[in-house]
């Protein structure tokens, strides 16, 4: 099995984690509310608080895995829960078995992160990505807080904000 995160993609991922705003979960005022849909628990584990050191984090992804869940962060120094959506990731590219390279490349298409290619046999995706649901969130008075919220209120666990050069906002589940 090969497992493809595209260079770049990759390339994008290091120059967001380089270039975001810290991700304390601190929110700001003039985002959006928060009003996120079945996927993502923000009460099941909000007792576990903080996420600035190891325990807590792991503390928070037990508390979320118990509850049902397979993916956790933090919002508000609160421990949210968070499970994939439920879409097309295992068929959106399953006759593109031909080469990793034609899998990649229809994941990618599909606004997938990776794709998982098994020579002639199966080409699933994984990491649905969004760049254009919360672009509003950038015009915020606190743009990164707002683009978590906006990413979580669309189903979205994880977040790419990006404040300097060109702004972006980008979500995206594992």
């Not at 928060?34 to 325990?55: E, K, R």
């Not at 997938?112 to 969004?130: E, H, P, R, V, Y």
């Not at 807080?145 to 972006?168: D, K, Q, R």
Request: hydrophobic share 30%.
């Amino acid at each position: 099995m090969i497992t493809r995160l595209s260079a770049y993609h990759l390339g994008w991922l290091l120059a967001v984690v380089a270039c975001s705003s810290g991700n304390d979960g601190n929110a700001g005022a003039g985002g959006p509310p928060l009003d996120p849909p079945a996927n993502i628990d923000v009460a099941l584990c909000a007792s576990v608080v903080g996420g600035s050191d190891q325990a807590t984090r792991d503390a928070c992804t037990s508390c979320c895995n118990n509850g049902g869940f397979p993916a956790s962060a933090f919002h508000e120094n609160k421990c949210v829960c968070g499970k994939p959506f439920d879409d097309d990731r295992k068929t959106v590219c399953m006759t593109q078995t031909d080469t990793s390279n034609a899998c990649t490349t229809c994941c990618e298409n599909a606004h997938f992160l990776s794709s998982f290619w098994i020579g002639g046999s199966s080409c699933t995706c994984s990491g649905k990505t969004d760049g254009t649901s919360c672009t509003s969130a950038l015009s915020a008075p606190d743009p990164a807080s707002a683009c978590e919220t906006c990413c979580l209120n669309h189903g979205y666990l994880g977040v790419f904000y990006v404040g300097i050069g060109t702004p972006e906002c980008r979500c995206f589940d594992g």
